[in-house]
């Protein structure tokens, strides 16, 4: 039996800009320990991660002599200790930043390539596969069920494909550790089995892995242990116990008064409907030349607040970016926007709608400010242009400030955590003059405190002039006031009681 890597972190930060995200860290992890790592937006999971994976560099304390001295982070293999680059080779990461990596450059591999990568540990298959690697990358293919898509090019599949096939890229390495950044964020109940059944597969044979969660359903079956972040230092560190899973679905609304939110639905569609914002007549939607939505006929009000919900790959973003506009009806469908005759360019339109999806993450990553991203919503620009007007700063500042995010509005998205900058991008929404706002899973990546605050202010903002269609996995991510549902399957939409999301 192969000994197992044991981390050790003694009294180690990190900082980034001006701020140290991780202080005085230590932490023992031993091999076939499995941890839940837990903790509000900006409490530095990620870079906890980060630290222990050899991907981020402890940042000198200012501290005596003696602390800098003790300060170190070791890697053993029983009894022997190895170099950071030899470490390095037996830890595999899975999150939303790889997955964002290959929308941003484009990376449009074949499944299995992607997944034959995970052996050399690089972003692009750099040399040819030999026959025992194929072989080797067969093996996880049917262990994750992702045969049928071996060929299929990456960026074409649905969310909850790109996260499996990520994880079998990262099993394919056979790592001692897996880091797991909220693995199980907008999958469907489908895909939440998938990986659970791959997970558990893994555990039996020992696996060791760190998972970060807010929901108490996003802990890994087989986790043992816990640890929790507050402020970018170690609160809680014990074994995870029945009450620690009552206590996050306490906290993150999983058993929500679904009643109370059908009856507060029954009264919004009692009252009558607004003038015409967008209909949909015999709309064909085609993705790479493969038919992802049929014969959609539907139309969009003023007050009416939609959910649009289906299984992973049913086709709501490519619903979403119908909508706004990122995508056109195949020939014979008809789209109208009252008020946008024929010819009208379609950045008129996006002007007026608000948009918010997973992909932003990918394409706000580059080198802009926080205040620039959330100034550019104005203009449904990605970036700027012109310079900031007086008015672009103002009301940007205004919704930094709103989802206290103003301290970091000179710092860029990379420096942020994921539910950070998924809060940046709901304000960037937030500040254009809106009134439909498309929601893809908004609130993927926040903390409990976060859903909630965002959820009572987008109830505001339905009860003012704004018109609302979120597409989610989980009825507890609806704001109360959803009027309608829209339920997705095999191609074609079918209405649906607003909260029957799963």
């Known amino acids: 039996m192969k000994a197992g890597l044991a981390v050790s972190l003694r009294s180690l930060s990190v900082r980034r800009g001006d701020k140290w995200v991780l202080r005085d860290i230590t932490w023992q992890l031993r091999p076939g320990e499995r941890w839940a790592l837990l903790g509000h937006n900006g409490a530095g999971k990620t870079q906890l991660l980060k630290l222990v994976s050899g991907d981020v560099w402890p940042t000198p304390a200012r501290a005596s002599a003696a602390a800098r001295e003790k300060a170190a982070r070791i890697f053993r293999l029983g009894r022997r200790t190895i170099e950071l680059l030899e470490a390095k080779q037996r830890i ?28 050399h540990r690089t972003d692009l298959l750099l040399a040819p596969v030999t026959r025992a690697e ?146 949909l007549t015999h709309v064909d939607v085609f993705v790479e030349y493969r038919a992802v939505l049929r014969d959609l006929n539907w139309q969009l009000r003023r007050g009416e607040h939609w959910s649009v919900f289906g299984a992973n790959g049913a086709g709501k973003s490519s619903f979403l970016k119908l909508l706004y506009g990122d995508l056109s009806p195949a020939l014979g469908g008809q789209i109208e926007r009252p008020g946008f005759p024929r010819g009208t360019p379609i950045m008129d339109w996006k002007r007026r709608v608000g948009y918010v999806s997973p992909e932003l993450h990918s394409i706000f990553s580059g080198n802009v400010s926080i ?65 439909i706002l498309l929601l893809d899973e908004p609130l993927t990546g926040l903390d409990p405190e976060q859903r909630a605050l965002m959820k009572r202010l987008l109830e505001r903002l339905m009860r003012s002039r704004l018109t609302l269609v979120a597409a989610v996995h989980h009825a507890e991510d609806l704001p109360r006031g959803m009027t309608h549902g829209l339920h997705l399957h095999k191609r074609h939409a079918h209405l649906a009681d607003p909260y029957s999301a799963t």
């Open 92 to 119: 595999a990461y899975i999150g939303g930043e790889r997955q964002d990596k290959y929308v941003r450059y484009g990376w449009n591999l074949p499944v299995r390539d992607v997944v034959a990568t995970g052996l």
């Open 134 to 279: 194929d072989k080797r990358v067969r093996t996880i293919l049917s262990a994750c069920r992702l045969q049928r898509i071996a060929t299929r090019r990456f960026l074409s599949l649905s969310y909850g494909e790109k996260r499996l096939v990520l994880l079998a890229r990262a099993l394919v390495q056979d790592p001692d550790w897996l880091l797991l950044d909220e693995l199980y964020n907008g999958l469907d109940a489908n895909y939440r089995r998938r990986i659970d059944a791959v997970l558990s597969a893994a555990r039996r044979r020992g696996q060791s892995w760190i998972a970060t969660a807010h929901r108490a359903m996003d802990v890994p079956l087989g986790t043992r242990c816990l640890i929790e972040l507050s402020d970018g230092r170690i609160r809680v560190v014990k074994r995870l116990k029945r009450a620690d899973h009552e206590r996050l679905q306490a906290s993150a609304g999983e058993h929500r008064q679904a009643a109370t939110d059908r009856g507060l639905a029954a009264r919004h569609r009692s009252s009558r409907s607004g003038s015409l914002l967008l209909r």
């Open 371 to 435: 205040l620039e991203l959330v100034a550019s919503g104005r203009h449904a620009s990605v970036g700027l242009v012109d310079a900031l007007s007086a008015a672009d700063m103002r009301i940007a500042r205004i919704w930094l400030r709103f989802f206290k995010l103003l301290s970091v509005a000179k710092r860029r998205p990379r420096e942020l955590s994921y539910g950070q900058l998924r809060r940046a991008l709901i304000a960037r929404a937030m500040a254009a003059d809106a009134r």
